[in-house]
């Protein structure tokens, strides 16, 4: 792992050195959490807006941080085997030492940006890329200016291929930042939407926002762009690299068709990977729109130099979710928790997902669907289509939040009966109902913004909860 003087060199930072502690003085990983810290590690004090890490220096120090990176010096000076590192932002330093170490490193690097599916297509691809190079891939959704140099530090000389989330939901120049660190040899789109429309303005500033990874590729890299998002397929124009197509569209190099959903147990396909052709490729991923989180994994293990049988057997053995938990809930019914986030086209894909498991004619199909958060000027539109979609697939609707009423509306003007569409405002309101309402054999979706709270009805309406929001 890096040593001390790499952090010097690399930060520039001035190092102030305890008892036993020299410049080669070696670290074996790094924590910005004190509860995270391992003997041997480097501690980053990172002030935010609700917590100082600075706080927790001795925190970080007794459980064996050899190192920290800091603003602030403590008043007491560091203790035997342990350094502190000062530079003015702890922060703009991380990314300096990821930057420095990826620099080092031998790994290819592949980032992955989009509105939605970054996390899905990441992880994807990392396992598929795994069946043939030795492949680490950004933890979580590690995809910001901190969480991105964190997994630049973990590449070792043994890592061929660096699998890498890049976020971009704040403000221009974000995506743009990153790949300086990262450098990726291969940039990933996945689509262009409405999430986070509400900080960055507009879909144009998200589609120029997106495309700062494009921009950043080398002459010799490679642009892996979906062909049927028409903001996406505007970026080949700026790319400085060849550009692989993938996608559903005739052009696309890597595309499917033929898709079919089969509820809990996956999609299968039609795959041609240039003028070859797959006639029954299955996946174990939920949804039909998974198919593009295949074929853009796909695409990129073609073109790393995978064969098609090793694509084809990886794609087989996909981890079938990443954040939509299935789980036994009250009454006999089944939760299909999806509450991580929500945003137009994540709510849409759950919708179809829910639209295609079959019940075999037992129970309802059931959606609990929140606000929003982040649409700016699009959330009544972006409700609204919603709402349509969700009177297509389900039997029984329950909006929550005061942005839902326009979801409640669309379901009802699509032809969705009114006595079957519920207006909550609260999520712990839901849950007097649905613990009376659902029953044997209800597929039940929840789905909505972290600040509605459905995570939580999820655990009350679960077999085994407390009851409780």
């Given at each position: ?447 909505g913004s972290r600040a509605m709270a459905l995570d939580k009805l999820a655990g009350a309406l679960a077999a085994t909860g407390t009851g409780v929001v």
């Amino acid at each position: 792992m890096f040593s001390l003087r790499d952090i010097e060199l690399a930060t520039g930072g001035d190092v102030i050195a305890g008892p036993g502690v020299d410049a080669d003085s070696a670290f074996e990983g790094v924590a910005i959490d004190h509860r995270e810290v391992a003997r041997g590690h480097l501690f980053v004090a990172i002030r935010g807006e609700r917590v100082d890490g600075h706080l927790y220096i001795p925190g970080a120090v007794s459980n064996g941080a050899r190192a920290v990176l800091l603003s602030n010096l403590p008043v007491e000076p560091p203790p035997t085997g342990v350094a502190y590192v000062r530079v003015p932002d702890t922060v703009r330093a991380l990314g300096q030492l990821g930057a420095y170490w990826r620099q080092k490193m031998p790994a290819r690097v592949v980032g992955i940006t989009g509105s939605v599916g970054k996390t899905s297509t990441k992880e994807a691809l990392a396992s598929v890329l795994s069946g043939r190079y030795t492949t680490v891939r950004s933890k979580k959704s590690f995809n910001n200016e901190i969480g991105l140099p964190l997994a630049l530090l973990s590449l070792t000389p043994d890592v061929q291929v660096a699998v890498l989330e890049m976020g971009g939901a704040y403000a221009m120049g974000e995506i743009e930042y990153l790949c300086s660190l990262a450098r990726p040899q291969v940039g990933v789109v996945t689509n262009v939407g409405y999430a986070h429309v509400g900080r960055m303005g507009s879909i144009e500033r998200i589609a120029e926002n997106k495309s700062e990874l494009v921009r950043s590729l080398p002459p010799d890299g490679l642009a892996v762009l979906n062909r049927d998002d028409p903001r996406v397929r505007k970026m080949s124009d700026i790319a400085p690299c060849p550009v692989l197509w993938y996608g559903l569209s005739e052009d696309a190099d890597v595309r499917a068709d033929e898709v079919q959903g089969a509820g809990l147990k996956g999609i299968r396909f039609r795959l041609r990977i240039r003028d070859r052709v797959y006639p029954d490729v299955r996946a174990p991923l939920l949804g039909r729109h998974s198919v593009h989180t295949v074929l853009a994994a796909a695409a990129v293990a073609h073109a790393e130099g995978m064969d098609d049988q090793q694509i084809l057997s990886a794609v087989l053995r996909l981890d079938p979710g990443l954040r939509l938990l299935v789980t036994p809930g009250v009454n006999g019914s089944t939760l299909l928790d999806d509450t991580y986030n929500a945003n137009p086209a994540s709510v849409l894909a759950a919708l179809d997902l829910l639209a295609d498991v079959d019940l075999n004619g037992q129970g309802r199909k059931v959606a609990v669907l929140g606000d929003m958060a982040e649409l700016g000027d699009y959330a009544p539109e972006g409700h609204r289509t919603v709402g349509a979609r969700a009177a297509e697939v389900c039997s029984l609707l329950y909006a929550v939040g005061p942005l839902s009423r326009e979801t409640a509306l669309a379901a009802e003007g699509a032809g969705l009966d009114p006595a079957c569409v519920r207006r909550v405002d609260t999520a712990e309101e839901a849950l007097h109902e649905l613990r009376n309402v659902l029953r044997e054999g209800d597929m039940v979706l929840l789905k909505g913004s972290r600040a509605m709270a459905l995570d939580k009805l999820a655990g009350a309406l679960a077999a085994t909860g407390t009851g409780v929001v």
